[in-house]
């Protein structure tokens, strides 16, 4: 034989007799040992790493790589594919050491544009002498308190500036973890007649055939940005073979928008009841609902009142419901993109075709519906579809939630008519424009919506009608900004948050929006280049947050141009 030569055999044994272990880097039994202690010894599920990730983090205070390595090795994964999804999210700190963090508390302040026309910047630089080095101070993308701005959170306890007794309370190791909001609960909305919708469902007084034409005829659609027909979309889903499931998308990061939030902190169940009769009408086996991490206090609530609803079930075979978590992820807010957060995966939006509704979920038809629109499902069937497709002003139909924040008097969420102005909704519902600001632009559909001026404060705000000038309704989160503020500085703010929030999987949207902070950051825009890129975005991107990533800027130019001939003035927005 060859002595060059050496058999397969040998020089395995020859490697492993010098190295004295496997190839790799080796979990520790120990770490293993706590891990399985921390997440549990029942059979560990592929789908449920991010939840694992939370648990771990939760009681270690961070993600050490020796737990990690330990985690893969319990879920018969690479290390590679817990590694890639715990660096994905940026609620999770993976850490080098088997020690927990240098901090002791995490304080995170939004810096979105309702935050920062609030002074959440000077808040942010004064935050970490005032609170200590054990406190760790953090300036993060909105955290979906824009009518309580400058919003913070601490740890695990969310809540507005104002309430800056109890930051300084958590601070010093109290209150850090969120409690539960005020809300109806399952006995009191089932006194109220809650669930007798559902009721009638299952029992044969309502067929799915008349319950999509009343959702049909009320004019119901996607709330959360998309506006596709709620009634259209159950009758494509039920055409799919079975088994069919069912995935709920609570997970609002538009800078913006917080509709969802306070619905879901003051009746949860009308929203519940109206998923249960959604996953009735495509017989859903199982519902699935992602909620975002940064709602700590409802996800404490709808853990309890889901409890109770399983311990108490309103209808017989209920399906199973699962409550999912997110990890700080704008880009989760993609239907597709959730559906791989899921399934415990990075949240990369998918190409299409196949659509979600033939092949999502675990490769199964999926009915994906945002928060609000099955909200509104036991009212309208409760009150008829005229009653709905009444609402609305200026030929528009229905009625729209919207997420008012920045320079008025009443933020808040405001119930109005589909088709209202900006100015109608500030002179009706907000209390005018505060004291000394006057109105200079907004934007109609948060961050990725545009921006319009004043002098277009007459359009009306719906699906369709914001197109012609260049901008999107989206999730109607609206925000006002004044002469105090600058177009320019808006449009700053809107492409960090871009650049923060891209999941980096197409070129086009990693790279673009990047090269577009870059050329909005100098004095002088380029404006053919901006236009340029703009539409290599818009055409490439794979997903809606590279297509309309641009419309900032592209408002600015079209409907700005004063300022872009000098420094832009104003607060930081």
Not at 55 to 70: T, V
Not at 174 to 201: F, I, M, S, W
Request: glycine content about 8%.
């Amino acid at each position: 034989m060859n002595p060059a030569i050496i058999p397969i055999a040998t020089a395995v044994d020859f490697t492993q007799q010098h190295r004295g272990k496997p190839k790799g880097r080796q979990a520790n039994p120990r770490c293993v040992s706590e891990v399985l202690a921390i997440v549990g010894q029942e059979t560990l599920r592929r789908d449920l790493l991010i939840e694992y990730l939370h648990q771990l983090q939760d009681h270690l205070g961070c993600l050490p790589k020796p737990h990690l390595a330990a985690l893969a090795e319990c879920l018969k994964l690479s290390q590679t594919e817990v590694f890639e999804v715990a660096t994905f999210y940026h609620h999770f700190d993976v850490v080098d050491s088997e020690h927990s963090a240098n901090h002791d508390l995490t304080v995170r302040v939004c810096n979105g544009p309702s935050c920062c026309m609030a002074g959440a910047e000077e808040l942010i630089e004064k935050l970490p002498a005032l609170l200590g080095s054990t406190v760790r101070v953090q300036a993060v993308p909105c955290i979906g308190r824009c009518e309580q701005a400058p919003a913070v959170a601490v740890g695990q306890h969310e809540m507005g500036w104002a309430n800056h007794h109890e930051i300084m309370e958590a601070a010093f190791g109290q209150h850090t973890k969120a409690l539960p909001p005020r809300h109806t609960g399952v006995a009191q909305y089932k006194a109220a007649g809650g669930y007798q919708r559902l009721h009638e469902c299952v029992t044969g007084k309502r067929t799915v055939e008349s319950l999509i034409d009343t959702l049909s005829n009320s004019g119901l659609r996607g709330l959360g940005g998309a506006g596709f027909p709620a009634g259209k979309k159950w009758a494509i889903v039920r055409e799919q073979n079975a088994p069919r499931l069912m995935a709920v998308n609570i997970d609002e990061g538009e800078p913006g928008t917080f509709k969802d939030r306070s619905y879901l902190e003051h009746n949860p169940h009308q929203f519940l009841e109206g998923m249960l009769i959604a996953a009735w009408a495509v017989q859903a086996s199982t519902i699935y609902i992602y909620l975002r991490d940064e709602y700590h206090a409802c996800r404490a609530m709808l853990q309890n009142e889901l409890a109770l609803l399983k311990a108490n079930p309103p209808i017989s075979n209920m399906p199973a419901i699962e409550l999912r978590r997110g990890a700080g992820a704008y880009i989760c807010g993609e239907e597709s993109a959730m559906l791989e957060s899921i399934e415990g995966k990075r949240g990369l939006p998918r190409l299409r075709p196949p659509y979600v509704a033939q092949v999502g979920l675990f490769n199964k038809p999926t009915l994906v519906h945002n928060f609000e629109t099955l909200y509104w499902v036991p009212a309208i069937l409760e009150k008829g579809a005229s009653w709905f497709s009444e609402q609305g002003r200026h030929g528009r139909s229905g009625l729209r939630s919207y997420s008012v924040s920045g320079r008025v008097n009443k933020p808040g969420v405001h119930l109005a008519p589909a088709g209202i102005t900006l100015n109608e909704l500030i002179s009706e519902y907000c209390d005018g424009m505060q004291p000394g600001h006057t109105l200079y632009g907004y934007l109609p559909g948060g961050a990725s919506g545009g921006i319009l001026p004043a002098v277009l404060a007459d359009v009306p705000l719906d699906f369709d009608t914001l197109q012609p000038h260049g901008c999107l309704i989206g999730s109607a989160a609206v925000v006002v900004f004044s002469q105090a503020d600058s177009a320019v500085n808006m449009a700053r703010n809107l492409m960090r948050f871009f650049v923060h929030e891209s999941c980096g999987q197409c070129t086009p949207c990693r790279t673009g929006t990047a090269k577009a902070l870059a050329l909005i950051n100098q004095p002088q825009w380029n404006v053919p280049l901006l236009q340029e890129l703009s539409a290599v975005m818009r055409d490439a991107s794979i997903c809606g947050l590279g297509q309309a990533a641009p419309n900032p800027i592209d408002c600015v130019i079209r409907y700005f141009p004063q300022e872009l001939e000098f420094e832009p003035r104003g607060s930081k927005s």
